[in-house]
Protein backbone atom coordinates (compact mmCIF):
# COMPACT_ATOMS: atom_id res chain seq x y z
CA UNK A 1 0.00 0.00 0.00
CA UNK A 2 2.45 2.66 0.91
CA UNK A 3 4.29 1.60 -2.41
CA UNK A 4 1.42 2.57 -3.90
CA UNK A 5 1.26 5.74 -2.68
CA UNK A 6 4.80 6.68 -3.08
CA UNK A 7 4.15 5.99 -6.98
CA UNK A 8 0.78 7.99 -6.84
CA UNK A 9 3.06 11.08 -5.86
CA UNK A 10 5.62 10.69 -8.31
CA UNK A 11 3.23 10.46 -10.93
CA UNK A 12 1.26 13.31 -9.83
CA UNK A 13 4.51 15.21 -9.15
CA UNK A 14 6.03 14.24 -12.71
CA UNK A 15 2.82 15.58 -14.34
CA UNK A 16 2.37 18.96 -12.44
CA UNK A 17 6.29 19.78 -13.73
CA UNK A 18 5.12 18.87 -16.94
CA UNK A 19 2.29 21.03 -17.19
CA UNK A 20 4.34 23.73 -15.39
CA UNK A 21 7.04 23.45 -18.30
CA UNK A 22 3.76 23.75 -20.92
CA UNK A 23 2.26 26.59 -19.06
CA UNK A 24 6.10 27.93 -18.67
CA UNK A 25 6.23 27.86 -22.55
CA UNK A 26 3.27 29.27 -23.29
CA UNK A 27 2.99 32.07 -21.31
CA UNK A 28 6.56 32.69 -22.91
CA UNK A 29 5.24 32.36 -26.38
CA UNK A 30 2.56 34.46 -25.90
CA UNK A 31 4.74 37.84 -23.52
CA UNK A 32 7.86 37.13 -25.52
CA UNK A 33 9.19 40.30 -27.12
CA UNK A 34 9.25 38.66 -30.24
CA UNK A 35 10.99 40.75 -33.08
CA UNK A 36 10.92 40.09 -36.97
CA UNK A 37 14.80 38.83 -38.64
CA UNK A 38 15.90 41.20 -41.29
CA UNK A 39 15.58 39.64 -44.58
CA UNK A 40 13.08 37.31 -43.96
CA UNK A 41 9.79 37.88 -44.35
CA UNK A 42 8.26 35.35 -40.68
CA UNK A 43 11.44 34.68 -38.90
CA UNK A 44 11.09 36.26 -35.09
CA UNK A 45 13.85 36.17 -32.49
CA UNK A 46 13.47 36.93 -28.92
CA UNK A 47 17.00 36.85 -27.97
CA UNK A 48 17.12 36.05 -24.05
CA UNK A 49 20.65 35.95 -24.12
CA UNK A 50 21.56 39.51 -25.32
CA UNK A 51 24.24 38.30 -26.64
CA UNK A 52 23.32 37.61 -30.79
CA UNK A 53 24.96 39.11 -33.44
CA UNK A 54 21.92 39.77 -35.76
CA UNK A 55 23.45 39.52 -38.88
CA UNK A 56 25.42 35.76 -37.68
CA UNK A 57 21.67 35.15 -36.97
CA UNK A 58 19.93 35.78 -40.66
CA UNK A 59 23.68 34.26 -41.87
CA UNK A 60 23.19 30.94 -39.71
CA UNK A 61 19.01 31.07 -40.96
CA UNK A 62 20.72 31.13 -44.34
CA UNK A 63 22.99 28.79 -44.48
CA UNK A 64 20.55 26.30 -41.81
CA UNK A 65 17.80 26.29 -45.07
CA UNK A 66 20.46 25.97 -47.55
CA UNK A 67 22.33 22.97 -46.06
CA UNK A 68 18.85 21.40 -45.43
CA UNK A 69 17.84 22.33 -49.45
CA UNK A 70 21.12 20.41 -50.76
CA UNK A 71 21.94 17.17 -48.41
CA UNK A 72 17.94 16.50 -46.68
CA UNK A 73 15.17 14.84 -48.17
CA UNK A 74 12.36 17.48 -46.97
CA UNK A 75 10.69 18.70 -49.89
CA UNK A 76 11.81 22.41 -50.87
CA UNK A 77 9.12 24.15 -50.21
CA UNK A 78 8.80 22.72 -47.00
CA UNK A 79 12.27 24.06 -45.99
CA UNK A 80 11.66 27.13 -47.49
CA UNK A 81 8.48 27.50 -45.56
CA UNK A 82 10.22 27.62 -42.55
CA UNK A 83 11.79 31.70 -43.31
CA UNK A 84 7.79 32.33 -43.69
CA UNK A 85 6.95 31.34 -40.20
CA UNK A 86 9.44 30.27 -37.65
CA UNK A 87 10.53 31.82 -34.15
CA UNK A 88 13.59 31.45 -32.70
CA UNK A 89 14.12 32.07 -28.94
CA UNK A 90 18.12 32.35 -28.07
CA UNK A 91 18.49 31.02 -24.51
CA UNK A 92 21.31 32.12 -22.19
CA UNK A 93 22.89 28.78 -21.91
CA UNK A 94 24.53 26.69 -24.41
CA UNK A 95 22.40 23.43 -23.18
CA UNK A 96 19.80 22.18 -20.30
CA UNK A 97 18.45 18.84 -18.83
CA UNK A 98 15.15 17.79 -20.24
CA UNK A 99 12.24 16.76 -18.64
CA UNK A 100 13.89 13.05 -19.31
CA UNK A 101 17.22 13.86 -17.41
CA UNK A 102 19.17 13.87 -20.94
CA UNK A 103 21.05 16.87 -21.56
CA UNK A 104 20.24 19.00 -24.88
CA UNK A 105 21.18 21.90 -27.07
CA UNK A 106 18.03 23.44 -28.23
CA UNK A 107 14.37 22.24 -28.34
CA UNK A 108 11.83 22.11 -30.99
CA UNK A 109 7.95 23.29 -29.88
CA UNK A 110 5.53 23.83 -32.97
CA UNK A 111 7.29 26.31 -35.10
CA UNK A 112 9.09 28.11 -32.06
CA UNK A 113 12.81 26.18 -31.61
CA UNK A 114 15.07 27.42 -28.55
CA UNK A 115 18.34 27.03 -29.13
CA UNK A 116 21.93 28.28 -27.13
CA UNK A 117 23.71 31.97 -28.33
CA UNK A 118 26.21 29.76 -30.56
CA UNK A 119 23.23 28.79 -32.56
CA UNK A 120 24.64 25.42 -32.92
CA UNK A 121 21.50 24.28 -32.56
CA UNK A 122 19.51 25.51 -35.06
CA UNK A 123 19.37 23.60 -38.13
CA UNK A 124 18.95 20.66 -35.63
CA UNK A 125 15.81 22.16 -33.97
CA UNK A 126 14.82 23.23 -37.70
CA UNK A 127 14.72 20.09 -38.86
CA UNK A 128 12.36 18.90 -36.04
CA UNK A 129 10.39 21.64 -37.03
CA UNK A 130 10.32 20.11 -40.56
CA UNK A 131 9.69 16.54 -39.43
CA UNK A 132 6.36 17.70 -37.04
CA UNK A 133 5.15 19.76 -40.09
CA UNK A 134 5.77 16.27 -42.60
CA UNK A 135 4.40 13.83 -39.97
CA UNK A 136 3.20 15.07 -36.20
CA UNK A 137 5.84 12.46 -35.63
CA UNK A 138 9.36 13.62 -35.10
CA UNK A 139 12.57 11.33 -35.43
CA UNK A 140 13.70 12.16 -31.79
CA UNK A 141 15.92 9.46 -32.02
CA UNK A 142 17.22 10.54 -34.86
CA UNK A 143 17.11 7.18 -36.73
CA UNK A 144 16.63 8.44 -40.18
CA UNK A 145 18.49 11.02 -40.15
CA UNK A 146 21.66 9.75 -41.85
CA UNK A 147 19.27 8.00 -44.38
CA UNK A 148 17.47 10.96 -44.85
CA UNK A 149 20.60 13.22 -45.55
CA UNK A 150 19.85 14.97 -42.16
CA UNK A 151 22.85 14.70 -40.37
CA UNK A 152 25.20 15.53 -43.67
CA UNK A 153 23.06 18.98 -43.45
CA UNK A 154 23.64 19.58 -40.21
CA UNK A 155 27.85 18.86 -40.80
CA UNK A 156 27.11 21.48 -43.44
CA UNK A 157 25.60 24.09 -41.70
CA UNK A 158 28.14 23.69 -38.77
CA UNK A 159 31.07 23.76 -40.70
CA UNK A 160 29.26 26.93 -42.52
CA UNK A 161 29.01 28.51 -39.08
CA UNK A 162 32.05 28.12 -37.78
CA UNK A 163 32.95 30.13 -41.04
CA UNK A 164 30.59 32.77 -40.59
CA UNK A 165 31.63 33.52 -36.79
CA UNK A 166 35.58 33.36 -37.72
CA UNK A 167 34.68 36.12 -40.39
CA UNK A 168 32.90 37.96 -38.17
CA UNK A 169 35.39 38.06 -35.03
CA UNK A 170 38.37 38.54 -37.73
CA UNK A 171 36.25 41.29 -39.35
CA UNK A 172 36.22 43.08 -35.87
CA UNK A 173 39.65 42.83 -35.08
CA UNK A 174 40.52 44.66 -38.11
Known amino acids: MAS ?6 VLLACVRLFAGI ?3 AAYLRQRV ?5 E ?4 VRVHDLSG ?7 RDAVRAAVDAL ?3 S ?13 LSIAV ?36 AHVLEMNESNFPDYRHSQWGTRGIWAADNAYRAKLGELSRARVEGRAS
Open 39 to 42: GFEG
Open 91 to 126: QRVESWHAMDGTQVGGLAQGRTVYIGPSLSALLHEA
Open 73 to 85: DFEPERVRGLTRD
Open 51 to 57: LVDRELL
Open 22 to 24: MMG
Open 69 to 71: LRY
Open 33 to 37: PWEPL
Open 4 to 9: ATIIAV
